[in-house]
């Protein structure tokens, strides 16, 4: 019989699907996020654009890792993501330009997957 408190084996993980839907992500925004964030959620007009900004969000207040339910790793996440990563972008990836491309890259090709995006 195995034991519930011991650390799971270093090839399973944990996996938890969130769902909420457009009030409860309102909600998590009104209670966690500043009033520029609060306005700039708001102010986007697809559900789709409203999902991809709550994600960050969402990481930000409670951490983890996001992946589509469709992302296969190629490696295992404690060799993809660095002890002292507090964020991993894409290669190229720039938060300061409008289509978040840079010709600095600030990640190796290898430690974010190309699904990620």
């Known amino acids: 019989m195995s034991n519930p408190h011991l650390p799971l084996p270093a090839h399973r993980w ?7 839907d457009d ?7 009104d209670r966690f996020c500043s009033d520029d964030e609060r ?5 986007l007009l697809t559900g789709a654009s409203r999902s991809d ?8 207040e409670l951490g983890g890792v996001y992946a589509d339910l469709d992302a296969e790793l190629t490696l295992p996440l404690r060799e993809m993501l660095p ?6 972008a894409p290669q190229g990836f720039d938060p ?4 978040g491309q840079s010709a600095n890259s600030r990640v190796q ?3 974010a997957p190309a699904s990620w995006g």
Do not use: I, K, P
Not at 39 to 43: M, R
Not at 53 to 60: C, D, H, Q, T, V
């Open 14 to 20: 944990l996996v938890v699907a969130v769902l909420l």
């Open 23 to 29: 009030a409860a992500c309102a909600d998590f925004v």
């Open 39 to 43: 306005l700039g959620y708001a102010s």
């Open 53 to 60: 900004l709550f994600r960050l969000f969402w990481l930000r």
């Open 83 to 88: 002890l002292n990563a507090s964020m991993l």
């Open 96 to 99: 300061e330009s409008q289509h």
């Open 109 to 111: 090709q290898s430690t």
